[in-house]
């Protein structure tokens, strides 16, 4: 476990905390009565993922890694806040446009983005099902 501080970009502002995005992700769990190493257990399980694995803590929050586990600069995405996928100027660069028309630029292949996105919304359908909410 790292001592790096977490910046948190929200729609209205950026905030910087002194916690590691995994204590985060776990308390996050927590609050739902699971811990994130079940919920990564079970999405690995039922949609047979093995790499950049999403962790479901709601149906408004879906986090996805966008870089490998151990990466020094990772960054999780909620996917439900994504309102569209385009590429970027590079072929491993994507951009991000977000609900509230924010855009951000990633160093990751449209491609890669769009089937993550598509893992989410999947899951998230899944689990809406499941709740009996659509």
């Not at 995994?22 to 079940?38: F, Q």
């Not at 996917?79 to 569209?84: A, D, E, Q, S, T």
């Not at 999947?122 to 009996?132: A, E, P, S, V, Y």
């Amino acid at each position: 476990m790292n001592n790096r501080s977490t910046d948190i970009v929200s729609f209205n502002d950026k905030k910087i905390i002194n916690i590691p995005i995994d204590t985060i992700i776990d308390r996050s769990c927590n609050i739902y009565l699971s811990t994130k190493e079940a919920r990564i257990k079970t999405i690995k399980e039922r949609y047979k993922i093995n790499q950049y694995i999403p962790i479901y803590i709601n149906p408004s929050i879906i986090l996805q890694p966008l870089y490998p586990k151990k990466h020094w600069n990772q960054i999780y995405i909620n996917m439900c806040n994504v309102k569209n996928i385009i590429p970027g100027n590079d072929i491993n660069q994507s951009i991000i446009i977000f609900n509230n028309d924010l855009n951000i630029i990633f160093d990751v292949p449209y491609q890669k983005l769009k089937q993550y996105l598509e893992k989410c919304m999947l899951i998230k359908r899944d689990q809406l099902k499941l709740l009996n909410i659509i």
